[in-house]
C-alpha cells in the first residue's frame, strides 16, 4: 500500500450508535447507514440520489419522509448521507467502534445497494483489509483526523490511514482474516512532494506547517512528538536563517517575477540605473536544493575557491554597509581598492583608473598558485592578467589567505551564485545525476490567494513528481529573461495551506489542483477538552456551534478550534475576558461575514439572544420592515446565551434517533 493512489479517498464510518451494526457489517461484508424509513436511494421520486449527489435533492426525501425533522436536523442527516454516497469502488475505509478504538479496515468494491430487511439498509459490499478482534486502540498514534467526532461519516486523510495500517502491523493485533497488502515505506512517510493543508479558519494550518517541514528536513513522521513548542520553533528558525526552508505567503499582487526571476531596475554608485535580471524565491530554493544532489560530485578545488570568493564577497559587503573603504596591497605595496563584486571583481589603482578582472581568471591562478613562485609567473605561465596581473596576484594572494583559515569545506556554505553556476553546469551537459540530498521545504501560506497561472507560468508542470530533474520523466525548461535552463529537483517539497472559507477558493487553478495532494484540517473541539469558562464547556459549545454552521451553510465554513485555545490556563477572570473579547471581535464578525446581510440565518446559529431586531424607524416604502445589529454585551445575557446554544443544538451521538 503505497502513498500518492491517485483518486483513491480515505473515510471512517460508524456503524450505528455505538457500533451496533458492526456484526453485520461484518459477516455480510458490507458498510451501511441507516435512515430506514426511506426507499432505495436509487428509485426516489426526486430522482436517483446516487449518480449525482445533490443536497437539495436528499433534503427533499428526508422531509418527505420525517416531516418532523426540523432544519438542523434534516441539514445534519442529508450531510451524512452526501458523504456515504461519495463512497466509491477502491475507496478505503476505517469502521469506528467507540471510546477511539476500530473494528476493522477494508476495501470498498461495489456501488450502493438497497437492502429492505436490514435495519441499516443502505450498503455498499466491502473487502476486508484487516478486522481487529478485540477492537484496536488507536489512541497512541499520532493522527489528524478527529476520530472521536460522533459523526457517521467523515473524509479522513491518506496520511492517518498509512500511520493507521503500519501501527497494526508492528503491534500484530489482528484477525486470521487479514488481506496482505504492501506496507507502506516509513522510511520515506513524506512521499508526496507537493502537498496543500486545507480547512476552514481557525483549525491551525498555518500552525502546523512547522512541524510537517521539521518531519520532513529530520525524516521522522514523529519528529516532533513529545517536543515543546517552543523547541520546535527554534528548530524551525535555525533552519529558516540555514535557507533549508522558506516561508512566503501569496497575494493578488504576487507575480512571475517575484516568484521565478524578473528585471529589477538598480542603481549604481555611479549614479546609473541598470536593468538586470534578478532570481525570485523559487528559483533561488531550487538551485539551492539542486546543489544538494550534486555537491558530492563537485571537485575539491572548485570548492575551495568558492569558500573563500564567497568571505572575499561578504567581507567586501561588511565594508560597504560601513562606508568603509576595501583595501588590498600588490607584492610591491601598491594600494589596490575593491570597488564592487557582481560579475566580475571591478578595481581602483593607484592614479585612479578603473579596471574590471573577471573572476574566471582568479579561479584559475587559485587552483594553479603552486605554479606561481612571482607576480610575472601570473602572465607568463598561466597568461593571467594582461598588464593588470600584479593585481590579480593580489586579489588571489587574499583568497588563498581566507582559504587556509577555512578548517573544513563541507560544512561551508559556498553562497548561492557559486551553487547556482555547478547546477547550470551540469544541466548544460545533460549531465545532472542525482543522489540523495538534504530536503528542503517551501511552505506557501494562502496558496489560493495568488493567480497560480501568473505566478507559476510555464513551470507549473515543472513540479509534478515524475517531472523533476533526476526522475523518470524529467523536465526542464528555458527561462524567458534569464535564457537559463532550470528544472526542479527532487529533494524540495512544497506545502500550502488555503482557508476553505474564503470566496478566492473557487478561483484554485485545476492545474494546481492535479499537482497537489490535499490534506484537510477540520475543527478539533476535543483539543478544548477541560476548559470551562464560567460554566462554559468550549469543546461543547464550538462543536454544537459547527453543527449548526454545516447544516446552515456547509462544513467548509465552521470556526476552528484555535480561537479558543489561548484560554486554556489562563486566571478565571482572565479567561472570562479573553472568551468576551474573542466572541464579540472574532467570532461574530466572521460569522456576519458568512451570513452577510442575512440576520434571519445569522440568528439560527447565535440565538436571537445575541441580536436585536427593531422595527425600521423610517416611513415609506421600504423593503425592509426591520433592522438589525449585535446587542452590546452584557454579562448575565452573554453567559446565558452562550447555554442557549449549547442546550438547544442537537447532539451528534442522537444520530440513531434520526434514523
Known sequence: ??????????????????????????????????????????????????????????????????????SMEIGQSSAIIRLFLEIKPGDKVVVYDKNYHINAMCKVIGEYEFEEDYDYPHTKKVEWIKIFSPPFDIRPIKLDTKMGVPKTVIKMTERDWNAIYNYAIRNGETEEKEKKEEEVDMDNPHENLNVILYGPPGTGKTYETPNKALEIIHKDNNYCSGKERRELVQEFNKLLEKKQIKFITFHQSYSYEDFIEGIRPESKPNGSIEYPVKDGLFKQMCFEAAYELIKDQIENKDISFELAFKQFTDKFNDQKLNDQKFLLKTKNDKPVEIISIEDNVRIKIENGNEYPVSIAPLREVFQKWDQIEKVDD?????????????????????????????????????????????????????????????????????????????????????????????????????????????????????????????????????????????EEMMPKPELLDGISINGINLAELLENLNNRITALIDRDHQIGHSYFLNLKGLEPEDAKNNLVSIWYKKIIPLLQEYFYNDWERLSLVLNEGFILKEDNPFQGDYSCSYVYRIKPYDQEEFKHNLESIMSEAQNDNDEKSME
Not at 451496533?20 to 435512515?35: F, M, Q
Not at 589567505?401 to 555547478?422: F, M, R, T, V, W
Not at 505566478?455 to 523536465?475: H, S
Open 1 to 70: 500500500m503505497t502513498g500518492g493512489n491517485a483518486g483513491i479517498r480515505y473515510w471512517k464510518i460508524s456503524p450505528g450508535k455505538g457500533a451496533e451494526n458492526w456484526e453485520v457489517c461484518r459477516d455480510n461484508n458490507i458498510i451501511s447507514i441507516g435512515w430506514n424509513e426511506t426507499e432505495d436511494w436509487r428509485k426516489t421520486k426526486f430522482g436517483d440520489l446516487t449518480t449525482n449527489t445533490d443536497n437539495e435533492k436528499i433534503k427533499m426525501v428526508l422531509k418527505n419522509y420525517y416531516p418532523k425533522f426540523n
Open 378 to 518: 601570473v602572465w607568463e605561465k598561466l597568461k593571467v592578467g594582461g598588464g593588470v596581473e600584479s593585481y590579480v596576484y593580489a586579489i588571489v594572494a587574499y583568497l588563498k589567505d581566507l582559504s587556509s583559515k577555512i578548517q573544513n569545506n563541507n560544512d561551508s556554505d559556498i553562497g548561492y551564485e557559486a551553487k547556482k553556476a555547478h547546477v547550470l553546469g551540469k544541466l548544460s551537459l545533460d549531465n545532472f545525476r542525482t543522489k540523495s540530498g538534504e530536503p528542503h521545504v517551501l511552505i506557501i501560506d494562502e496558496i489560493n490567494r495568488g493567480n497560480i497561472s501568473k505566478i507559476f507560468g510555464e513551470l507549473i508542470t515543472l513540479v509534478e513528481d515524475d517531472k523533476r530533474l533526476g526522475a523518470e520523466n524529467e523536465l526542464t525548461a528555458t527561462l524567458p529573461y534569464s535564457k537559463e535552463r532550470f528544472g526542479v529537483p527532487s529533494n524540495l517539497y512544497i506545502i500550502g495551506t488555503m482557508n476553505t472559507a474564503d470566496r478566492s477558493i473557487a478561483l484554485l487553478d485545476i492545474a494546481l489542483r492535479r499537482r497537489f495532494t490535499f
